[in-house]
């Protein structure tokens, strides 16, 4: 599904979002940067082994990454030149500022990405593999936060929502 707000075209595909065709994916990682399982390990694989390079030098720098907050690297291997990397937060019944810090993974994400000028990107299901954020939760969040950013800044061209499964596509279909 295609929609367009303000000039940026919104897409809801299902897929694999090593495979999107855009500037930059976003990897939903973990607070070393360090690859790991779902949409981490597979960007990390995919992407090669200078992805783990730069995060380690940017871990080196900076020390782990807090949740909510992003880095860019590039994209190795990947057709995207860029991967901005984000630490979703662990679903604790929603007791732990959970919406705040998700929306801030988006939100973090698109102004590093508008620094960067990059003008097209992917975005996975944040948080809601291993770290348990309910499927239809996280959704709403995403799209509310993309919405509300793309709303005040027209700077990036093509947004995409990647749903790996079925059940994440439909719920975005669905609005979240």
């Given at each position: 599904m295609k929609f367009l707000l303000n000039s940026t075209v919104i897409e809801i595909i299902q897929g694999d979002i090593t495979q999107s065709e855009v500037a930059c994916i976003v990897n939903?990682?973990?607070?070393?940067l360090l690859g790991g399982g779902g949409v981490d390990g597979?960007?990390?694989?995919?992407?090669?082994?200078?992805i783990l390079?730069?995060?380690i030098r940017i871990r080196n720098a900076q020390?782990?990454?807090p949740t909510g907050?992003?880095?860019?690297?590039?994209?190795g291997k990947l057709k995207a030149k860029y991967v901005i990397?984000?630490?979703?937060?662990?679903?604790?019944?929603?007791?732990n500022n959970e919406r705040e810090k998700l929306s801030n993974c988006y939100r973090n994400t698109?102004?590093?990405?508008?620094?960067?000028?990059?003008?097209?990107?992917?975005?996975?299901?944040?948080?809601t593999g291993i770290y348990g954020y309910p499927k239809d939760k996280a959704a709403e969040v995403a799209l509310k936060t993309v919405v509300e950013f793309v709303e005040k800044n027209e700077t990036i061209e093509r947004i995409q929502f990647?749903?790996?499964?079925?059940?994440?596509?439909?719920?975005?279909l669905g609005g979240g």
């Open positions: 939903a990682a973990n607070t070393s597979a960007i990390h694989r995919a992407g090669g082994k200078q390079d730069e995060c020390g782990n990454c907050e992003a880095v860019i690297t590039t994209g990397h984000t630490v979703g937060p662990v679903w604790n019944d929603g007791k698109l102004n590093l990405a508008v620094e960067k000028g990059i003008k097209s990107i992917a975005f996975p299901n944040i948080s990647v749903c790996f499964d079925r059940e994440n596509y439909d719920i975005y």
